[in-house]
T-cell receptor, first 109, second 118 residues
Framework: DAKTTQPTSMDCAEGRAANLPCNHS???????VYWYRQIHSQGPQYIIH???NNETNEMASLIITEDRKSSTLILPHATLRDTAVYYC??????????FGKGTLLTVNP | NAGVTQTPKFQVLKTGQSMTLQCAQD?????MSWYRQDPGMGLRLIHY???????DQGEVPNGYNVSRSTTEDFPLRLLSAAPSQTSVYFC?????????????????FGPGTRLTVL
């Protein structure tokens, strides 16, 4: 199974950057790192994915270490609406993702 | 586009009853899948399909059947409901990019069906 290790919970002040770490030491060479989030009881929402290089989109940035054994998701200016469970996943085919328990990010006013 | 739709939103069943959870997508995605999420847990893959007529088992397939007769629809059937199947069920769809390294992009999730089996 594709397993990742994430902190159970994190807090962040509104307007500050939220940096969510993830360890994926068992990742293989052709597997991507994916980040999803789940707000309350809604369906998960895709955030970003990457292979080797750092990636940025309108929602977040993804920093992957050179050895690819860990990554960090960065929300540059967290808002209250970013409070959610964030899942870090690695896999070769997106349709067979293995979700762990994720990190509950709480953004405080 | 409506995206991924699921019906019903809520359902209560008695042990032994059967039912079908509906999932449809209007994005012409090749890939569709079903997950279940138990309280305080991550999502677990039940079944998935890589195209019409093709299905395969995920991590927790027992007690569930699927079929994929069209690209748009991917129903999940509970054959004989058990209390252990009380959960929130999410359907998702995805597509494959062409060229280069094999890459499946984002999965689009439906709003979920909350199922209680008494």
């Amino acid at each position: 199974d594709a397993k990742t290790t994430q902190p159970t919970s994190m807090d962040c002040a509104e307007g500050r950057a939220a940096n969510l770490p993830c360890n994926h030491s068992t990742i293989s060479g052709n597997e991507y790192v994916y980040w999803y989030r789940q707000i309350h009881s809604q369906g998960p929402q895709y955030i970003i994915h990457g292979l080797k290089n750092n990636e940025t989109n309108e929602m977040a940035s993804l920093i992957i270490t050179e050895d690819r054994k860990s990554s960090t998701l960065i929300l540059p200016h967290a808002t209250l609406r970013d409070t959610a469970v964030y899942y870090c996943i690695h896999g070769g085919s997106n349709y067979k993702l293995t979700f762990g328990k994720g990190t509950l990010l709480t953004v405080n006013p | 586009n409506a995206g991924v739709t699921q019906t019903p939103k809520f359902q209560v069943l008695k042990t032994g009853q059967s039912m079908t959870l509906q999932c449809a997508q209007d994005m012409n995605h090749e890939y569709m899948s079903w997950y279940r999420q138990d309280p305080g847990m991550g999502l677990r893959l039940i079944h998935y399909s890589v195209g019409a007529g093709i299905t395969d088992q995920g991590e927790v397939p027992n007690g569930y059947n699927v079929s994929r007769s069209t690209t748009e629809d991917f129903p999940l059937r509970l054959l004989s409901a058990a209390p252990s199947q009380t959960s929130v069920y999410f359907c998702a769809s995805s597509y494959r990019t062409s060229g280069g390294i094999s890459s499946y992009n984002e999965q689009f999730f439906g709003p979920g069906t909350r199922l209680t089996v008494l």
